[in-house]
C-alpha cells in the first residue's frame, strides 16, 4: 500500500500507514499528529471520543520523531498540505524518540549543521532534498536525449586536473601521489574521440581555502565535451542546458519551491530572455564605470560579479578571459593571443559563477608548453597529450556545479544546504 503515491486510490478506504511523528498540535478533544513518510507529511486526526481517556492520553503523549504504524479512514482534506488525512482508529509505536534535539523553535546554523544526519527530516530540508533530485534527473534526462553518453570519471587521479593550489593528496602505494579529481575534463576530452559527445557527472574536491557562501570543498559537477565543437557553439549549448532543466525543476519542484517561499516569477524572468554575453574586456569597462579599482589582467571577484549581473540584469556571460588567469587547456584566442577562448556564466541573486567552459587547445606544442608554464610536469599528462597526437579536433565543454544552481532555483543564500554532507574547511562531520 503506497498511499504517499496513490492516495486518490484508498479514498474513503481504511489504510495504514507507517512514518515519523514530524509534529502534532490539538487539544483536548482532538489531536492533529502530523506522519512523515517517503518525505511527505500526512495529517492524522485521532478524534477523543474513539478513544478511552487513557488511549486519548497516551496519543497525546507521542513524542516528535516516534515511528509508529497508524490504522483509519483515508479522506480529502484540502486545507492540508497533502490533500488528504486519515481519521485514526488504531495506532501502534515502534521506535520511541525522547528529547529529539531539533524542534520548532528556531536554532542555530552550527547547530543544525552538527545535528544534519536529523535536520534532513525538517520540512525546508525535504523540498532542498527533493529539488536536488529532480535537477539531477532533469539533468541526465537532457544529457540522453541529446545523446550524450555517460562517462563515468575516475575520482582518484595521478595529474591535476585544474590547478595545483587545490589538490587534496594521498600517497598511492609505490605510485607516487594521489589527487582527489577536481574535475573530470580531461578524461572526457580522450572519450571524445570514441563518442564525440560525453558527459560524466560525480562529486569533485578542491582544498580551496575559502569560506564562502559558494565554496564547498567536496561538490558535484556535471560536465560536457563535445567534438568538432567551437566556443559558440558550446555557448548556445549551456544556454539551452540552463534554461531547460531549470524550466523543468520550476515545473516538477513547484510545491517544494513555495515551501522555500522562492519567488518562481523572478526565476522564469531570467530564463525567458536571452543570457547576456560580454567579453572580459567589456565587463572590465563596466565595472570601472560602476566605480571598481580593477584592470585587465585582474579576476572577477564574487562582488564584482554581482555587480555585473545586476548591471546587465539577469544571467552574463563573461567570454574570453586573460590567458593568465585561467586554465591550461583553454584554446589561445586567435583574434587576441593573451586571451583564451571561454566563458563564466554568472547567475544572479548573488549566486555567482555556475558555469565555466572554453574551447580546449588542439595544438600539441602550444598544449604542451602551457603545461610547462604551469609548473606540471608532462610526464603525467602523456596520455591526454596523445589525444592532440591521434586525430586531434577542435572541441568543447563545460562543467557546472550542482550545488550552486541547487542555491540559485531554490532561491537559498549559501550552497551548504544544497547537499546531503557538506564538506568544507571547517566541517567533516557528520
Ligand atoms: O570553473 P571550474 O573550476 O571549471 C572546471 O572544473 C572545468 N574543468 C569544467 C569543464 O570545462 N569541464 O568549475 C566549474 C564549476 C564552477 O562554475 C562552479 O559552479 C563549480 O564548478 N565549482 C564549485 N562549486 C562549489 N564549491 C567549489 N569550491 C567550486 N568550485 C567550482
Ligand atoms: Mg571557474
Redesign the pocket.
Known amino acids: 500500500m503506497n498511499i504517499t503515491k496513490n492516495p486518490q486510490k484508498y479514498l474513503n478506504e481504511e489504510v495504514t500507514l507507517e512514518g515519523w511523528l514530524q509534529g502534532k498540535r490539538g487539544n483536548n478533544h482532538v489531536q492533529f499528529l502530523q506522519i512523515r513518510n517517503s518525505g511527505k507529511i500526512i495529517q492524522v486526526v485521532a478524534e477523543k471520543e474513539k478513544f478511552s481517556e487513557e488511549d486519548f492520553q497516551k496519543i497525546k503523549s507521542i513524542s516528535q520523531e516516534t515511528s509508529l504504524i497508524v490504522k483509519g479512514i483515508l479522506v480529502l482534506s484540502e486545507k492540508t498540505e497533502f490533500g488528504y488525512e486519515i481519521q485514526l482508529s488504531e495506532w501502534k509505536v515502534l521506535g520511541p524518540s525522547m528529547n529529539y534535539p531539533i524542534t520548532p523553535k528556531e536554532h542555530g546554523v552550527d547547530f543544525l549543521h552538527n545535528h544534519r544526519h536529523l535536520w534532513l527530516r525538517s520540512r525546508k530540508q525535504l523540498s532542498i532534498m527533493r529539488i536536488r533530485n529532480e535537477l539531477s534527473f532533469a539533468i541526465r534526462q537532457y544529457f540522453y536525449e541529446k545523446d550524450y553518453l555517460l562517462l563515468d570519471s575516475p575520482i582518484l587521479t595521478g595529474s591535476v586536473?585544474?590547478s595545483a593550489g587545490t589538490l587534496f593528496e594521498t600517497q598511492y602505494f609505490d605510485e607516487g601521489k594521489a589527487y582527489l579529481a577536481?574535475?573530470g575534463?580531461l578524461y572526457?576530452e580522450t572519450a571524445i574521440f570514441a563518442h564525440n559527445r560525453v558527459y560524466c557527472f560525480g562529486p569533485t574536491f578542491?582544498a580551496?581555502k575559502s569560506k564562502t557562501r559558494?565554496?564547498?570543498?567536496e561538490?558535484w559537477?556535471v560536465?560536457a565535451?563535445t567534438a568538432f565543437f567551437s566556443n559558440s557553439e558550446n555557448l548556445d549549448f549551456q544556454e539551452d542546458f540552463i534554461k531547460s532543466i531549470c524550466k523543468t525543476v520550476i515545473q516538477k519542484s513547484s510545491e517544494d519551491l513555495k515551501v522555500l517561499e522562492r519567488d518562481v516569477s523572478i526565476l522564469e524572468s531570467f530564463l525567458e530572455k536571452p543570457f547576456a554575453r560580454l567579453n572580459y574586456s567589456e565587463a572590465i569597462e563596466v565595472l570601472q564605470k560602476k566605480g571598481e579599482e580593477i584592470s585587465i589582467g585582474e579576476d572577477i571577484n564574487a562582488e564584482r560579479e554581482n555587480i555585473l549581473t545586476s548591471e546587465l540584469g539577469g544571467p552574463v556571460f563573461i567570454i574570453n578571459y586573460p590567458k593568465k588567469i585561467k586554465?591550461f587547456y583553454m584554446k589561445e584566442n586567435p583574434e587576441n593571443p593573451e586571451t583564451v577562448l571561454c566563458s563564466?556564466l554568472i547567475a544572479p541573486e548573488g549566486v555567482g559563477?555556475?558555469?565555466?567552459?572554453?574551447e580546449r587547445e588542439e595544438n600539441l606544442d602550444k598544449l604542451l608548453s602551457r603545461i610547462q608554464e604551469e609548473g606540471l610536469n608532462p610526464e603525467n599528462y602523456t596520455w591526454y597529450l596523445d589525444t592532440r597526437k591521434y586525430g586531434s579536433v577542435p572541441h568543447s565543454?563545460?562543467?557546472?556545479?550542482l550545488?550552486?544552481l541547487v542555491a540559485w532555483i531554490a532561491g537559498l543564500p549559501h550552497?551548504r544546504e544544497c547537499i546531503p554532507y557538506p564538506r568544507m574547511m571547517e566541517r567533516l562531520d557528520p
Do not use: K, N, P, Y
Not at 214 to 217: A, E, P, S
Not at 353 to 358: F, N, R, V
Open positions: 586536473g585544474e577536481q574535475t575534463q572526457l578542491r580551496e559558494r565554496h564547498l570543498t561538490f559537477m560536465e565535451e586554465a563564466d559563477e555556475i558555469i565555466g567552459g572554453s565543454g563545460f562543467g557546472l556545479g550545488e550552486r550552497v
